[in-house]
C-alpha cells in the first residue's frame, strides 16, 4: 500500500526531495503515484505539516 498525501498538504516541497524513486508530483496539494512509490518512508519523516501516510 502506497504512502498516500492528504489535503494538510501545503506543497513547501520538502518531500520531493526526499523520495528516492521520484513518485512525487508537483500540485496545489501535491500527489504519489502509488505504481512508483516504494513504502519507504521516507516522505512522511519529512512532512513538516504531517499530511502523508500509509493509504
Request: aromatic content about 4%; charged content about 20%.
Given at each position: 500500500?502506497?504512502?498516500?498525501?492528504?489535503?494538510?498538504?501545503?506543497?513547501?516541497?520538502?518531500?520531493?526531495?526526499?523520495?528516492?524513486?521520484?513518485?512525487?508530483?508537483?500540485?496545489?496539494?501535491?500527489?504519489?503515484?502509488?505504481?512508483?512509490?516504494?513504502?519507504?518512508?521516507?516522505?512522511?519523516?519529512?512532512?513538516?505539516?504531517g499530511?502523508i501516510?500509509?493509504?
Amino acid at each position: 500500500m502506497a504512502y498516500v498525501i492528504s489535503e494538510d498538504c501545503v506543497a513547501c516541497g520538502t518531500c520531493i526531495d526526499e523520495c528516492p524513486v521520484g513518485a512525487i508530483s508537483e500540485g496545489d496539494i501535491y500527489s504519489i503515484n502509488p505504481d512508483e512509490c516504494t513504502e519507504c518512508g521516507t516522505c512522511a519523516d519529512a512532512c513538516p505539516s504531517g499530511a502523508i501516510s500509509l493509504g
